[in-house]
Nanobody, 126 residues
Framework: EVQLVESGGGLVQAGESLRLSCAAS????????RAWFRRVPGKEREGVSC????????YYSNSVKGRFTISSDSAMSTVYLQMNSLKPEDTAEYSC???????????????????WGQGTQVTVSS
């Protein structure tokens, strides 16, 4: 079964850190670029960060640049999102997703990604 499973979400106070993990199974993970998206109810999903499968190049949205770091193990079987200096506005459901091949232009488009994980909730209190 092709799947992505996220973990690591939770409730933290502003200024603290969390690390999200996204474990892949059922497909050749090193052929797929990976991205983290987040969504707040009532708002559009936002592409937060992505990492390319071919050269490990990364992209960050302006809202998280300098605070979040995306990384992966050598086979891209697990991708991480280290989130530091968390703010209340980072509160969202975070999902990882895989895109076959390389990302073109920021993190590409949502419709290009398949599969998706089930999501993990991150809540940052002030």
């Amino acid at each position: 079964e092709v799947q992505l499973v996220e973990s690591g979400g939770g409730l933290v106070q502003a200024g603290e850190s969390l690390r999200l993990s996204c474990a892949a199974s059922g497909f050749t993970s090193d052929e797929y670029s990976r991205a983290w998206f987040r969504r707040v109810p009532g708002k559009e999903r936002e592409g937060v960060s992505c990492i390319n499968s071919n050269d490990d190049s990364t992209y960050y949205s302006n809202s998280v640049k300098g605070r979040f770091t995306i990384s992966s193990d050598s086979a891209m079987s697990t991708v991480y999102l280290q989130m530091n200096s968390l703010k209340p506005e980072d509160t969202a459901e975070y999902s990882c997703a895989a895109l076959y091949g390389t990302v073109v232009g920021a993190c590409g488009y949502e419709y290009e990604y398949d599969p998706w994980g089930q999501g993990t909730q991150v809540t940052v209190s002030s």
